[in-house]
């Protein structure tokens, strides 16, 4: 329990999993336990080795079973008072941006630039938005992650045994993701799959990075091109075949196409040249997702771009029909 006059947690916790509770990572439990921590937070109690399961130290893909023992150090938590309000606006526009929804599961069109989760400097995040949304709900987690300025669909299970069950259909790669984006310059044909190694690493200043690397991870992504705008720009589709942070941003930037408005990926000057024509944000969307529903029924929902982004694609089908003419 945490101190209200403080938000410190007293003393060590120890928690039994339940069987219910078998099967989710360590990290994602203790996203649920410790509600209002920051992922920061909980990676770094981890990494040191605060946080123990059956007296032994665990890495934060760590799966846990029913009957684990927890250690959980003393960590501060804000205060009861201090969770962020959402604004009518945005409760609205996630109202809105509902695109499939039942008893155990949620999809939502997630604008850019909203994180999935608060914590790191975010105040607020999907999750907490979409838990004041839903107030009445009692278990609302995300299944898997989006990068902040990435737009489109994410699931969001409404009960644990929702949950459970993605997160296995995940880790068997039988959710099929599928993602458009609007990348620099003439994406030929014959690139139709990367596959190139992936390796994750930090700068000096502590900023993190993925880059190509023969000692990284397999990863694979099919492409398929939906649009070509003369010379300057193409609309794909991609298809990752593994989930790797920030695969397709990295991709498409080692085949010579990197993803228009990516800060860290991209090309500064040409991010800047079509954010004058209205491309204010990276332009990667998780444009639908399929996968079968535990009672075998096939599920496939689609998120459409937001109308600030299709206009200003419009404006980019005159552009490069005026190229062409000259």
Not at 57 to 64: A, C, G, V, W
Request: with cysteine; aromatic share 4%.
């Amino acid at each position: 329990m945490a101190d209200e006059s403080t938000g410190i947690q007293k003393g060590v916790q120890f928690i039994t999993v339940e069987e219910d509770q078998g099967g989710q990572r360590i990290d994602n439990f203790l996203r649920t336990a410790l509600k209002g921590a920051p992922k920061s937070l909980i990676y770094r109690v981890l990494r040191k080795g605060e946080v123990r399961v059956n007296k032994k130290r665990i890495k934060p893909e760590y799966k846990l079973q029913a009957g684990d023992l927890i250690r959980v150090p003393p960590v501060r938590l804000p205060e009861k008072g201090d969770a962020p309000v959402v604004g009518d606006k945005l409760l609205e526009h996630l109202e809105s941006a509902v695109v499939y929804e039942d008893d155990a599961l949620m999809v939502i069109n997630k604008p850019s630039g909203l994180a999935v989760h608060g914590g790191s400097g975010v105040n607020l995040g999907l999750i907490e938005a979409v838990r004041q949304l839903r107030s009445n709900q009692r278990f609302l987690e995300l299944v898997h992650r989006l990068d902040r300025d990435t737009s489109g669909c994410i699931m969001i299970a409404k009960k644990r045994s929702m949950l459970r069950y993605l997160h296995e259909l995940l880790r068997q790669h039988k959710v099929q993701k599928i993602y458009h984006a609007l990348v620099q310059g003439r994406w030929e044909s014959k690139d139709k799959r990367v596959d190139a190694p992936l390796l994750r690493g930090e700068l000096k200043s502590g900023e993190r990075f993925v880059r190509v690397d023969a000692e990284g991870k397999p990863s694979q992504t099919d492409f398929r091109i939906l649009r070509r705008y003369g010379t300057s720009a193409t609309l794909i589709e991609a298809r990752p075949r593994t989930g790797r942070t920030h695969q397709i941003r990295v991709h498409t930037q080692f085949v010579g196409h990197p993803i228009i408005g990516d800060p860290k990926y991209g090309v500064d000057a040409i991010n800047q040249q079509y954010r004058e024509l209205g491309f204010r944000r990276l332009m990667l969307h998780a444009a639908a997702l399929e996968l079968k529903l535990p009672d075998g029924t096939p599920l496939k929902v689609e998120a459409a771009l937001d109308a600030q982004v299709a206009q200003a694609l419009e404006k980019l089908v005159t552009s490069a029909e005026a190229q062409e003419q000259r």
